[in-house]
Nanobody, 113 residues
Framework: QVQLAETGGGLAQPGGSLRLSCAASGFVFSAYHMAWYRQPPGKSREPVAQSPTDGRTTYEDSVKGRFTISRDYVKDILYLQMNNLQPEDTAVYYC???????WGRGTQVTVSS
């Protein structure tokens, strides 16, 4: 059974940092493309960062240079390091495995002074 569990959300001030984690289980983590998505209040879910199996990570323009997606292949954890957070980054952040359409439950990130 595929399970994706996000942690690490919370309240941050503008310019601050947070690191999100997604603990993956039930599948061979290294064999699958993984991604982070987010859903801002009142808006649709949108992609944030991609971690394909070839290592060629990609980012949406709005987070380039500020966010970094990475993996721990020993612990089977997907990370999202978020720096220089801005109020427009406020959203529920989700871990996603495209193959099979598996989503985590999400973790709330709020950026406010």
């Amino acid at each position: 059974q595929v399970q994706l569990a996000e942690t690490g959300g919370g309240l941050a001030q503008p310019g601050g940092s947070l690191r999100l984690s997604c603990a993956a289980s039930g599948f061979v983590f290294s064999a699958y493309h993984m991604a982070w998505y987010r859903q801002p209040p009142g808006k649709s879910r949108e992609p944030v960062a991609q971690s394909p199996t070839d290592g060629r990570t990609t980012y949406e323009d709005s987070v380039k240079g500020r966010f970094t997606i990475s993996r721990d292949y020993v612990k089977d954890i997907l990370y999202l390091q978020m720096n220089n957070l801005q109020p427009e980054d406020t959203a529920v952040y989700y871990c996603y495995r495209p193959t099979g359409g598996d989503w985590g439950r999400g973790t709330q990130v709020t950026v406010s002074s």
